[in-house]
């Protein structure tokens, strides 16, 4: 399931530089922009695409999680005064322990129930994270401020803002250390081998469970991540986390299931597709139009293709 | 001796059960339908809960205790508009009060024209709601000011602060508005008084030389990211530049203007509530808000200091939006007119509504006037706040003022 760079994606990768290029000529702040959000979009996708590329579960409660950590984050901030940088390990580690309970308590149980009961409980857990996050903290949304994460600087006469450049090194972070994980450990060539095949997996003797178990709490656990660096740049309220469930899927669908590296590219693209859409006087609006047209024209060129062979 | 006792003991019991006819007697109902979940909604109630303790604790209405059932509308039209069926028709309420969002409220209209009960409510700006309401229902009486009211008020402040401050200019205006209905009915209401003011005429015509906009995606629409329309802004150098958009953007605006050193001389924020303690953020300092109401009051409302703190006493946190100060007035309001006619009589109590003038804690003095198409229109307008050393105070109307004008913005 998981495969690796092809010829198409070096033809990707050369397209996106060009255009990349272009864009940082017309207008370089579309592109600065267009990669710090592509990143973050790409750190958040990632470990959706590992949970539906593994367990072939398609978690809608993703941008709930995203949420849990930013509250996760808030309280330790304006309750304890930790500097959001320092929540990394807690939040991470929490996050993890929340996706491996609600692994043991929910999806455990659907696995083989089929697609549609997979949506409905995540559906189910996304309403209930998020009802609950109401109860405690209202729907007036909170915030985290330090004054690092707007620090800017000016570069050939463009001014622009450092922060979000974590992003893109947070994204290739995750995607390596995916990558080292699924190549070189004993466990992650065990992931491998359950995305691939678990039934085959599991006479070979892989406790595909225990696997499953591991990339649920894993992937949660980066999304706690992600969270974290948001925190500073973001309001955070109930919904703050939902958004990001389609964006993520559209950019898993848009790379192709399996394919890590083409997510941190789609995110990139689609994130410059976006920044430029915003930079065009009254283009906001398409924004999301854009988004999502790009992916539904990436799909069907994709399906025609295959479609032929 | 013994026949002494008996009759004391007979006067007693018949005293105390005359005493207790008020408790006793069935209640005067108010049927409220508020978004409990929503801070607004939350604090809304809370301040009714305060406004019926007071009046109760004073003797009841007419020597009747009264009783507030409020019903959930989860911010959803179609359970705002079951909620007045239920109120109507299960607990038989007297009077329909609370009320928030303007597209709960649309569809709550029917509802409230089948029954024509009195109907004091607080919210809902949308002039789309007056049109649905019609000239016609002379038991519907609107407190909150409408959304073109508004829009007047605003330009009306700022001639004002500029006549009274020589140096603060308004003459150029950029408006950043989310790309959804709340937004883009700002814009276009901008875009009207902008036309009017070419002619130097409308509430902006002695100020306003320029105008331009620009849209962006709310961070509550999963959005949030305003640097490019932020750029356009700087690019048109605006003496005021405004932000309409909700509550999850107040704090990502302000801070990425900081980050592009965006620093126009009037910055303000038109969400129609705010983060929770924006004001302790240090880049809240010197923000401009529209509103009805600011804790500062109190210090220059003596009505306003006895609701701050009596809603804190009985609740133990503070009123954080209008709401609070704007629910307590809506009981407060209909309890008065109860009192001045004497009787529940339909009639009675719409005239004494049309003529009593309250003393609210959101200061001002609340009095009935037609509005475009109602007649039946509370508050006409809304203030000019600023955030100042952490805290919200009242720069306009001068009346009102609890501190001069920080000017400019973020120097």
Same mark, same amino acid.
């Given at each position: 399931m998981l495969a690796a760079a092809s010829k198409k994606q070096y033809l990707f990768i050369a397209l996106l530089v060009i255009a990349a290029i272009v864009i940082g000529f017309w207008e370089p702040h579309a592109l600065i922009y267009g990669i710090q959000r592509g990143s973050l979009y790409a750190v958040i996708a990632l470990p959706l695409a590992l949970i539906l590329g593994i367990l072939g579960v398609l978690n809608l409660a993703h941008g709930e999680f995203l949420t849990v950590g930013m509250y996760a984050t808030f309280v330790l901030f304006s309750r304890f005064g930790v500097d959001p940088m320092l929540s990394t390990v807690p939040v991470t580690l929490l996050l993890a322990v929340v996706g491996v309970a609600v692994y043991l308590l929910t999806i455990k149980h659907v696995l083989k129930a089929g697609h549609l009961s997979q949506l409905l409980i995540t559906f189910g857990i996304s309403l209930v994270i998020s009802e609950l996050i109401k109860s405690i903290y209202t729907t007036q949304p909170r915030g985290v401020f330090t004054t690092y994460s707007y620090s800017s600087t000016t570069l050939a006469g463009i001014r622009f803002g450092t922060y979000e450049f974590l992003y893109l090194l947070i994204a290739v972070a995750v995607l390596v250390g995916l990558q080292l994980f699924l190549k070189k450990t004993r466990l992650g060539q065990a992931t491998f081998a359950v995305g691939q095949n678990p039934r085959g997996a599991s006479i070979v003797g892989i406790n595909v469970s225990f696997v499953y178990l591991f990339v649920f709490g894993l992937s949660i656990a980066i999304v706690g991540l992600a969270s974290v660096f948001m925190v500073p740049r973001v309001s955070i309220f109930p919904g703050a986390g939902t958004p990001y469930t389609m964006k993520s899927f559209a950019l898993t669908a848009m790379a192709g299931l399996g394919n890590l590296n083409g997510i941190l590219l789609a995110g990139i693209a689609l994130g410059i597709f976006e920044a430029v859409v915003n930079a065009i006087p009254g283009g906001s609006g398409w924004s999301d139009v854009v988004f999502f047209g790009v992916l539904i024209l990436v799909i069907m060129t994709r399906a025609i293709r295959e479609g032929r062979r | 001796m013994k026949k002494i006792s008996l009759a004391s003991v007979l006067l007693l019991i018949a005293a105390l059960m005359l005493s207790s006819v008020s408790l006793a007697a069935e209640p005067i109902k108010f049927g409220a339908v508020n978004p409990l979940g929503d801070i607004t909604g939350f604090q809304t109630t809370r301040a009714m809960e305060l406004a019926v303790k007071e009046i109760n604790e004073a003797g009841g209405l007419l020597g009747r205790p009264v009783e507030l059932i409020v019903v959930d509308d989860e911010m959803r039209p179609e359970i705002g508009a079951a909620a007045i069926d239920r109120l109507a028709?299960? +607990?038989?309420? +007297?009077f329909f009060v609370g009320g928030m969002g303007s597209g709960v409220h649309l569809a709550q209209v029917p509802a409230l024209k089948k029954y024509e009960k009195i109907t004091v409510w607080m919210g809902a700006a949308s002039h789309q709601v007056e049109i649905a309401m019609g000239p016609d229902a002379d038991w519907y009486f609107h407190l909150h000011p409408w959304d073109y009211q508004q829009g007047a008020s605003y330009g009306q402040g700022w001639t004002d602060i500029a006549n009274a401050h020589p140096e603060i200019g308004a003459s150029r205006i950029f408006l950043a508005y989310e790309e959804g209905a709340f937004g883009t009915d700002s814009y276009l209401a901008y875009l009207d008084l902008y036309e009017a003011a070419k002619d130097g005429e409308g509430p902006y015509g002695q100020i306003l030389n320029d105008f331009a906009g620009a849209s962006f995606t709310s961070a509550l629409l999963g959005g949030g990211d305003y640097r490019a329309m932020l750029r356009q802004a700087m690019d048109f150098d605006p003496d005021l530049f405004i932000w309409a958009g909700y509550d999850a953007d107040a704090v990502p605006m302000v801070a990425q203007a900081m980050e592009l050193g965006f620093e126009p001389p009037l910055f303000v924020g038109a969400p129609p509530g705010w983060p929770a303690?924006?004001? +302790?953020?240090?880049?809240? +300092?010197?923000v401009i808000l529209y509103g009805?109401? &600011?804790? &500062?009051?109190k210090e220059v409302s003596e009505i306003s200091n006895h609701f701050w703190n009596e809603y804190i006493k009985m609740h133990?946190?503070?009123? &954080?939006?209008?709401f609070a100060p704007l629910g307590y007035t809506n009981i407060m309001f209909l309890a008065e007119a109860i009192k001045a006619a004497g009787t529940l009589e339909k009639d009675a109590v719409i005239e004494a509504l049309r003529t009593i003038e309250y003393e609210s804690p959101i200061g001002a003095v609340l009095k009935i006037e037609p509005s475009n198409i109602i007649s039946n229109q509370g508050f006409t307008s809304q203030k000019i706040l600023q955030y100042i050393d952490g805290e919200q105070h009242v720069i306009w109307p001068f009346e009102y003022a609890t501190s001069e004008i920080k000017y400019p913005f973020g120097r």
């Open positions: - | 028709t299960v +607990d038989n309420v +007297d303690n924006f004001g +302790d953020n240090p880049l809240s +300092d010197g009805m109401w &600011a804790p &500062a009051l133990g946190h503070e009123p &954080a939006t209008y």
